[in-house]
Structure formats: C-alpha cells, structure tokens
C-alpha cells in the first residue's frame, strides 16, 4: 500500500493569515481537508527557545508527532519538526511531513501508529520537485525499544497507575477527560504512549489519537496531550477538561481502584511486557476487561492487590477452560496464597471460583482453593455467595484431616448458636462440617428445629442455595426437618401448605409425614371449589393415616379444607357420621362442628337435625352456653316435626335464658319454627294467646316476619278460613303489650287487608261465614272493618285503639 503524503512548512501570514504552505501532497490527496490538516499540524518553538537557534539546539527542540481523526473518518499521522528562521526571517520555522490513513486501518505491515515514532522514513524538508517519493512503509526508528520502555516505566512507577485508569476510561466513553502528559523531551511523551498502546487490545490501540507537543493544550483535539512544564499554563481554569500527569514536578498519583490499570502498571514495573499479548489471546467481557490481564500476570507470579485477584477470580469463573490445566494451576495457587488485604468481595470471587471449579478441575488443583474458601465461609460469614455441591473427593491427602482439626471448635460452636436470627448459616456449617468428617450429630435436632420454623414463617427467606443443598445432600438432616415440620403442620395446616406450595422440599418414602402429605394434597383436592367433604376425604386418604386411629390427621384435614370458615350443617352431618364422635373428641374438632349447628342459617333445614346429633354424641363435652343454643335448635326440630310438647313460649323463653349470649341465626331458627307453628290453623289452643301476652319483642317480631312471609300471603289469597282465622288472631287482645299491639295493627293493614281488597265476592262470604259460626259479632266488624272507605276509623277501634275488648283468640 503506497501511503498519500503531505508536506507543509511554515510561511509569513498572507493575506489570509495562514502561517503555513503545502507543498507537496501526493496525487487524489482531498483538497477540502487541507485546512483541517492545517490545523493540526503547525507548530510553535518553545517559550524559552534562542531566536536564531543552532543546528544542535534545533535537534533539541521538541517534536510534534501526532495522529489525529480527520472529519471524513480518515486518520493523519504526522511528524513536525522546527526548522529556525523561515525565509522572511521568522523564527519559528517549521517542516510537517504527514501520511492520510483510511479508517481503523493499520500501517503498511501491521504496525500501530506509535511505532512510526522517529520513523528514517519521516522527511524533515521539501521533497525535490514538490513531488513526494512514493513511501511503501513507516519502519520503527527501534527508539521505542522493549528494554527502553520497561526501564522508562520503572521510572514512571508512582503514575502508572493512575495514567491507565485514566487511559480506561478514555477508550471507553468518549466524553471522559482526555490526558495531559508534561514532560521535558517529546520523546518521553512517546513513550507514554507506547506504554499505552502495549497495554490496550490492538484495535483500541490503533485508534488511540495523540500528540507528543503542543504549546496550546486547549486546542488540541487528540485524546493524549504532551505538554512542556511552562505550557501547562495554558489550561488556566478547565483543568477539569483534563487529566493531568506531571512527572517533572514530583506531583504525587492519586490513589486507584481500577484493577485493570493496576495490573497494568504492575506488568510494565515488573518488566513483562509481553504478558499483554498473553491477555490479548484470551476472551474478554469488554476491551479494557481487568480479568484477563490479572489472570495472566499471577499466573507469572506478580504480586497484585485485592481488586486484581478478585477480577481474576471472577473472569476465571466465566471462562474456566481458557487458561488450560497448567495456567489453572498456577492461578489457583497465586489465589489461594495468603493475603492481609482480602476483601468480602474477593472472598465471594474465590468463592464463586470454587463451586464453578469443583468437580470440574483437578483435585490437586482446586483444594487449596477449598481450603481457603471453607475456612473463609467459617470464620467470615456472609461474607460472599453460599457454597456450591461440596465432593468429599475435594481436599485430598492430608488437606481435609488438617483442616477438620483445625476448624472442628469453631464449626461446633457456629453450629450450637441460637441467638443469631439466621436459620442458614447453621445449615452451612453443617454443610461443611459432613464434608471434613466432623461429628456435629448431636446439634442436628437443634438445627431442625430453628430451620423448620423459619421456613413455616418465611419459606422464600428461609429456604436459601445453602439450605436447598444440605436438605438435598444431608440425609440426616432431611429426615430430622421433615419430621419437625410434619409436627409442626398439625398445628399450622395452612402455613404449611403454603411452604409447600413455594419450596420443593422432598419426601422420604421412609417417613410417614400424615400431615405434611395432606398439605401438600390439599391445594389439588380444594381446587375448583367442588364438595368440601369429598375433598376432606381425599386429604385424609393422602396422609395414609386413619382418622379413629390417628384423630389429629382429622383436625389437619378440617382447618385445610375450611381453613377459617365454619362448615354448613349438612356438611358436618355428612363429617360426623363417616367417622363418629370420638376422632372429633380427640381431635377438638367437635367445636366445628358445634359452630355450623350454631352459626347455621335459619332456612337451612340441617341445623335442626344436626343439633339434634350433637346433644347426642357430645353431651359431656357441651357447656350450658352451647347446650341451651342446641337444645333450642332441637326444639325448633320438634316443632316442626309436630312433637313438641304443650308451653311452647315458656319452653322457648326458657331455653334462650340458658343459652345467653345466643346467637342471632339460633334465634332466628329456633323463634322462627314457634312463630311459623302459630301462625298454622292447627296450632293448640292456648299458645297463641301465651306468645301475645309474653311481651317478649324478640318472639313477637318473629311472629310478625313469619306472618309476612310468601307462604302466608299465598295461603291468605286461597283459604278463607285461614283470612278469619288471622283476622281472629290479629284484632283480639287488645289488652295484650304493646309490641303485640304494634305488631298485630301492621299486619292487619300491611299483610290483611291488600288481600281482603282482591277477595271474590264468593271468598268473602266464607270469610263471614267462618267467623259467623265462632262470633256473630266478629263477623259484623268484619264487614264493616273490610267495607271500603271504613278502613281508617273502624280500624283502630278493631284494633283495640277505639274501644276495651271482644275477646281472645286461641
């Protein structure tokens, strides 16, 4: 590839002002980037340079050697050199030889734009003829030799570290500060640079824009700027465009975290250069990757700090195969060497090194890793990831015995504490307790028990990467928090189930389990809502248990099938009778099924009858409390039935007293039946006429509901005895309360009289007719009480708010 070449040298300002002239370019050079380039490649004497140097002093002189991007994506590497007084007599005269390179595209050869440094190819006049010789190659000058740049780095020690971190940042992200390096001699200025592109990836290298002088630091676009001391003035108040690097003053480095600079520094100090082609070779994250390089150079035994060896260890975890075994080894032992400033973050590096190596890589070659990690994770916890799947083939030879010896203290009594909130960390000691063979038997059942309970409470807490691998490793353990939790499901089945609805814990088909296996069943047999009996009785077959022999497997299935709910009364019917009343004494859930007798609603028909169960098969377990609400339903039943015995308001007056504070829906079921048995035409005489003059407002407002209901309207509109036989009822007792009195006139004008309007002529007559053969003298007030227009005044005196009585009806 021939090169395009330039050559510029100085001029008086023409009219222009332009103190430069091109004068020589090679064919196809663009003419519109001339200006560009101009700028780019003038040059200004030191402030302190004589007026008319000499020859030697001009060899002096700092030289300007750049590359720089151009507008159009093209690259200008150029070389400027003072040449004295020009020919108006100026003093500041100067030559630039300059060759345009395409984009990312390297020398002729391969070579990085630095190596041209001093290049016998770079010109220092105008080519005869203003044609430039045809230029093939730039060769190395050899100046920026390896023993040349090593020895310069070492003088450069306390700033290389802090150079690379800000070279880092600036091949990364292009709005970083660019770098400011003062130096005497443009030479050193080129060695920094050097020194920079050995430690970059080649393609970031070749990128890489720089200048090794300038007298105008602000107007230099490149991203490395080589000043002399006096220039650095010229930055005046944007210091914070820059970073600056002065190695004339002695100005002391700012401290560094960046490990990749670290590493680097720490190659070129320790004069192994060639450790970067290693890292070139490997696979990396990102172009400036620390991982690689850190790998690399403890592989060759350079001693780097903590964030180096944990970027190592981090890499080495991505990539486990790309070192090879040798190279592994060598990593691993540098890792596992003792270190006074090992960080939690490097710990969790060797850590996550470790179980990405164990059982993967030799044996030999990763137990002085283990060691380290173990007694780590003893001493330091939480201090990194958990432990991955630990092999006892892990520490070989004498490596286990010794460690179990000197970690076995420590382990038991990390194991024995209780105070620390944490149900984990035992369950890791454990962990490596059973892996160096020390007897921790003794504290398993402790261990079980603080772990059951913190996985009841808090299952995606509790159930960590340590705790999953003990309970999958430790058979011993396993078999211990089964039975702890089976235990402790038969007091919280819904706590339970909900741990084993979120954690995959396994089951042992050597342990029984009856109450952990009806958790986990219960979810599938109670999905869809379907018959609540049938799903009990799936649950209580999955526990394998019988409920007569083993009655807490009943409890278990009651509180996950109805959890807080109460079950209706049919449905206790139904749990009573499959098993009878001893596994529902033993288990307690007796009271269950007491509440859905109790708490049953008054037209569901069952209650009656499952109270009438209960007084049976409980009778020794009721309190009076209980009892009397039960008894009060079973008479509710009687009444029904047609058994019940005369004295029905006593009987129910009386039971409600014993059964204080009863329950609204007992009431309601039990008034309701007396209320509906005396609103019917057979009810005995007498019994009526005792609810009227109880006073009591709760049995007569039931009344008074029973009355307005569908059945009784319905029945009003048909039978016309039934319309003389309320009416009977309704306007007699005018001496009665007056909850009777405010009951019996609402009933007479809200539910009576709508159906006397819409009577036949036919139905009316056997309304008279009927009250004719009790009392011709009702059967008068009921003519004038049903004749239109007599509502209101004859009304109330029906009523008994006009006058004193006619008498009583049964």
């Known amino acids: 590839m021939t090169l395009s070449q330039l050559h510029c040298t100085s001029a008086p300002p023409g009219p222009e002002g332009s103190g430069l002239r091109f004068a020589a370019l090679s064919p196809g050079v663009p003419r519109p980037l001339l200006a560009e380039v101009g700028r780019l490649i003038g040059y200004e004497p030191p402030s302190d340079a004589p007026a008319h140097p000499t020859e030697r002093e001009l060899a002096s002189f700092p030289v300007a050697f750049s590359h720089s991007r151009l507008s159009d994506g093209s690259r200008l590497l150029a070389r400027t050199v003072c040449t004295g007084a020009d020919g108006s ?18 020398l002729p050869g391969g070579g990085l734009p630095v190596t041209a440094w001093d290049s016998p190819q770079w010109a220092t006049a105008v080519p005869d003829g203003g044609v430039p010789e045809p230029l093939e190659a730039l060769r190395p000058s050899g100046l920026l030799d390896r023993a040349g740049l090593v020895a310069f780095a070492v003088s450069r020690a306390p700033w290389l570290a802090a150079f690379f971190a800000d070279l880092r940042a600036l091949t990364e992200d292009e709005a970083a500060p660019r770098i400011l390096l003062v130096e005497r001699d443009s030479a050193d200025t080129a060695r920094w640079i050097a020194l920079a592109c050995a430690a970059l990836p080649e393609e970031m290298a070749r990128r890489l824009t720089f200048t090794t002088y300038t007298r105008r630091p602000r107007h230099a676009p490149q991203q490395i700027v080589g000043v002399r001391p006096e220039d650095r003035r010229d930055l005046g108040g944007q210091d914070q465009r820059f970073r600056v690097h002065d190695c004339i003053d002695r100005t002391p480095a700012r401290p560094v975290t960046d490990a990749w600079a670290e590493a680097a520094a720490r190659v070129w100090t320790s004069r192994r250069p060639e450790l970067f082609d290693e890292a070139a070779a490997l696979p990396r994250g990102r172009p400036a990757d620390p991982g690689p390089l850190a790998a690399v150079a403890l592989c060759a035994g350079l001693g780097l700090g903590s964030g180096c060896r944990t970027a190592a260890a981090d890499w080495a975890r991505e990539h486990p195969q790309a070192l090879g075994e040798e190279r592994l080894h060598r990593l691993l032992a540098a890792l596992s060497a003792p270190a006074g400033d090992r960080t939690d973050a490097e710990a969790a590096a060797l850590t996550g090194l470790f179980n990405a190596l164990d059982g993967r890589a030799p044996a030999a070659a990763v137990g002085p890793l283990a060691a380290l990690v173990l007694t780590r994770a003893v001493r330091s916890p939480g201090s990194g990831p958990g432990l991955g799947v630990l092999r006892p083939d892990t520490l070989t030879g004498e490596l286990g015995p010794r460690l179990a010896a000197e970690l076995a203290p420590e382990l038991r009594a990390g194991i024995a504490r209780t105070d620390r909130g944490d149900a984990s960390r ?46 999958e490793e430790q058979f011993e353990l396993r078999a211990a928090v089964l039975a702890r939790l089976d235990d402790l499901a038969a007091g919280d089945p819904p706590s339970a189930a909900r741990l084993l609805g979120r954690v995959p814990l396994p ?91 109790l708490e049953g609603p008054a037209d569901d028909p069952d209650v009656s009858d499952l109270a009438h169960d209960l007084l049976r098969c409980f009778t020794g377990d009721l309190g009076p409390r ?126 009576l009289r709508p159906v006397v309007r819409v009577l036949p002529d036919d139905d009316t007559a056997a309304v008279e007719r009927c009250l004719e053969r009790t009392s011709p003298r009702r059967a008068e007030e009921f003519r004038i009480w049903s004749r239109p227009g007599a509502f209101g005044r004859l009304g109330r005196r029906l009523t008994g708010r006009g006058r004193r009585g006619t008498g009583a009806a049964r």
């Not at 007599?89 to 390179?101: E, I, K, S, Y």
Request: charged letters at 20%.
């Open 426 to 471: 035992p369950v890791e000691l454990l962990r490596i307790a059973e892996l160096l063979g020390v007897d921790c038997s003794d504290l398993l059942p402790e261990v079980a028990r603080e772990l059951s309970r913190a996985l009841l409470a808090d299952p995606e807490a509790a159930y960590t990467r340590a705790v999953r691998l003990a309970l």
């Open 89 to 106: 007599g100026h003093p500041g005269g100067f030559h630039a030889h300059a060759v345009l390179l395409p984009p990312d595209a390297a």
């Open 626 to 751: 209980e009892r009397g609400a039960l008894l009060l339903l079973g008479f509710a039943r009687d009444l029904r039935a047609g058994t019940a015995g005369p004295g029905w308001t006593e009987r129910a007056l009386s039971l409600r007293a014993a059964a204080e504070p009863v329950e609204p829906t007992v009431l309601e079921h039990a008034f309701g039946a007396l209320a509906s048995r005396l609103l019917s035409e057979d009810r005995p005489d007498g019994e009526l006429y005792a609810l009227v003059h109880s006073g009591d407002a709760d049995l007569i407002g039931a009344y008074g509901r029973a009355a307005r209901s569908d059945r009784v309207r319905d029945r009003l509109g048909t039978v016309p005895a039934y319309v003389a036989d309320c009416y009977t009822a309704w306007s007699s007792h005018s001496r009665a309360g007056e909850a009777w009195q405010e009951t019996s006139a609402a009933l007479l004008d809200s539910v």
């Open 507 to 597: 089951f042992s088909a050597t342990q029984a389990l009856p109450h952990l296996r009806m958790c986990a069943e219960a979810p599938r047999a109670t999905a869809g809502g379907g018959d609540r009996v049938t799903a009990v009785n799936t649950v209580l077959r999955a526990s394998g248990a019988s409920p007569i022999t083993e009655p807490l497997v009943l409890r278990t299935a009651v509180r996950l099938v109805w959890g807080d709910s109460t079950p209706t009364a049919g449905e206790a019917r139904m749990l009573l009778a499959q098993t009878g009343s001893d596994p529902h004494r033993a288990a307690g859930t007796w009271t269950a099924v007491v509440r859905a007798a």
